[in-house]
Structure formats: structure tokens, C-alpha cells
């Protein structure tokens, strides 16, 4: 919300997200609105999106609708994504079948090679976020991580993700966690290294500390990405946090 409405200038937000369960649906209405208002922006159209929706093509007919009906127009509205890979491919899909070509930023698997091929040609101002370094970066880190799949998954290079990327760093934390648990670790000695964690480096993201008061919410800092007209996401932002 805070990337689309403060580097990409966009203050209406139409916002569509895979439908989980009725209370995350709530939680996510809340905090959208709640970001966009801080950010000068507002939410005029939200949506939690059955994983299992065929087509998008109401989506973005009702995202227009409601912006022309709640501001008088459609000029400066910009779409945020928070789906799956697989749901992202139709979401393209849809555009692909339109004319209205508003500034998007998508979130997580917006940068998977699915939806990424999906994007219609000579689309424009189409971003993406995430909370680890971005693959296409050669950090040191992001190299081990391509190193270690070419090496365990050789045939698997083409089908790389987010996803992929969250697990390798999932099991960098862990494996940070059982040597900081000692030479006998138990299972609650593990769970006390993890919740106790302090500025672990990952080489992924600014440092991690973990605290269970803090719900656990690790990942408060964002890289954002740009999908060029050679058909490559490109860095369009260092790392900014909330």
C-alpha cells in the first residue's frame, strides 16, 4: 500500500487478495484501509478473491466502477495483488483482455516465472514487492541460494519462487536456532533460540530479531521491483521499512 501510493503516485486503490477465512478477510479490509489513510490514499474497491476464481475480468470492471462512482473518475488509480501464482496468471489473463492499463503492484508471487509470463505485452508501471532480497540481485546470499538449487534441483531452475526463496531462509533461521540451542537441543530449547532471536543476518533482508510480543512479524522491510519492456523485473527501490 505504502510502495503504490507514495513512489508510484497512486492514491486510489483497488486491492484484491486470495480469500483465506472471514477473519483474515477482515483483518486485511482493516489494515488496507487503515495504510492507505495514513498514506493520503484511499481504498475504493477491495476484494478476497476465491483461490478458485476462473477469471478476473469482474475484478477490473468493478475496480474502475467503483472509482469513478466513490471519486468522479478512474485517473490515478492503481491495483494491488496479494495472490498466487497460479491466480496471478488469470489476473494477467483478464488485463490481457482490456484496454485500462492502471499502475499495479503485486505482492509475494507477483515476480514467479507464471504470473510473470502472464503479463500482457507493452504493459507499463507493473511493480512488485517482497521482503527478501530479490532474485535477480547477485547478492552473495541470493548466489548460495541459486548455487544450492542448481546443485539439488537441477531440473527445477525454470520453477523457482518466492516460495522457494522463503523456505532456503527458513531453513538458514532454523539451523541458526538449533546451534543456538546448545549441544543437547530439546524442542523447547529450539522454540526459546527462536523467539529470542536478535539481529540475525540473513543475508537475505536487513537483520531479524524476533520477539513473541511482537506476534512474531519479522518482516518489516520491503524491495521493490519493476517489469521492464525487455520483459525483466528490475530493481526500482532500495530497501524501505515500516
Known amino acids: 500500500m505504502r510502495y503504490i501510493a507514495n513512489n508510484v503516485g497512486q492514491k486510489k486503490l483497488c486491492v484484491v487478495w486470495v480469500h483465506l477465512s472471514a477473519e483474515i478477510d477482515d483483518i486485511v479490509t482493516r ?16 476484494e478476497a478473491a476465491d483461490v478458485a476464481k476462473p477469471s478476473y475480468d469482474d475484478t477490473v470492471a468493478n475496480c474502475q466502477q467503483n472509482a469513478i462512482q466513490k471519486t468522479g473518475s478512474q485517473d490515478g488509480v492503481g491495483m494491488v495483488a496479494i495472490l498466487d501464482a497460479f491466480s496471478l496468471k488469470r489476473y494477467w489473463l483478464s488485463f490481457a483482455r482490456q484496454t485500462w492499463r492502471p499502475p499495479q503492484v503485486g505482492y509475494a508471487f507477483a515476480m514467479d516465472p507464471q504470473p510473470t509470463g502472464a503479463i500482457p505485452a507493452g504493459y507499463e508501471d507493473v511493480y512488485a514487492v517482497q521482503e527478501m532480497e ?8 541470493v548466489q548460495r541460494y541459486l548455487d544450492g538449487m542448481k546443485k ?39 522454540l526459546d533460540a527462536l523467539n529470542s532471536m536478535t539481529g540475525f543476518d540473513s543475508g537475505f533482508a536487513p537483520p531479524y530479531t524476533i520477539r513473541p510480543e511482537r506476534e512474531h512479524i519479522i518482516a518489516r522491510c520491503m524491495k521493490a521491483a519493476k517489469f521492464t519492456s ?13
Not at 37 to 44: F, N, P, S, Y
Not at 134 to 141: A, D, F, G, H, Q
Not at 159 to 178: Q, R
Open 134 to 141: 530479490l532474485p535477480s540481485n547477485p547478492t552473495p546470499e
Open 31 to 46: 489494515t488496507a484501509n487503515e495504510e492507505a489513510a495514513r498514506d493520503g490514499a484511499q481504498v475504493v474497491y477491495i
Open 230 to 242: 525487455g520483459r525483466k523485473w528490475v530493481q526500482s527501490s532500495d530497501w524501505y521499512c515500516m
Open 152 to 190: 539439488y534441483y537441477p531440473g527445477d531452475m525454470d520453477k523457482l519462487s518466492w516460495a522457494t526463496e522463503l523456505a532456503w531462509l527458513g531453513a538458514k533461521m532454523f539451523v541458526e536456532a538449533l546451534r543456538d540451542a546448545g549441544s543437547s537441543p530439546t524442542r523447547q530449547k529450539v
